[in-house]
Nanobody, 127 residues
Framework: QVQLVESGGGMVQAGGSLRLSCAAS????????AGWFRRAPGKEREFVAA????????YYADSVKGRFTISRDNAKNTVYLQMTSLKPEDTAVYYC????????????????????WGQGTQVTVSS
């Protein structure tokens, strides 16, 4: 069993930056593939970014490529999402997800490949 807790959300102006954190407990996060998803008001949940078991493989949605960076610190059992050049359309609840199974790169953006989910953290970008 793994518990995930997100933090770092908040309100920022367009063009600003935020760093989200996802702290894992109950198991070692280094053994997990991890990803970030988001749900904007009135919209479906969508994939944002993912990182593989070793941390050497990363995958991004086209909408955030070049602006967001996912990383992990296995010593701290934490996965991060550094968000820069934020836009109002990035406003959403951001969720961290993880799974013990290997997820191939082509499936890293598929939400149902992840068993464990955090409670979400709100990100609001004002224009």
């Amino acid at each position: 069993q793994v518990q995930l807790v997100e933090s770092g959300g908040g309100m920022v102006q367009a063009g600003g930056s935020l760093r989200l954190s996802c702290a894992a407990s109950g198991s070692t996060v280094s053994r997990y593939s991890a990803g970030w998803f988001r749900r904007a008001p009135g919209k479906e949940r969508e994939f944002v970014a993912a990182i593989g078991l070793s941390g050497s493989t990363t995958y991004y949605a086209d909408s955030v490529k070049g602006r967001f960076t996912i990383s992990r610190d296995n010593a701290k059992n934490t996965v991060y999402l550094q968000m820069t050049s934020l836009k109002p359309e990035d406003t959403a609840v951001y969720y961290c997800a993880a799974d013990t199974m290997y997820i191939p790169p082509q499936a890293m953006g598929v939400a149902n490949r992840y068993l464990y989910w955090g409670q979400g953290t709100q990100v609001t970008v004002s224009s």
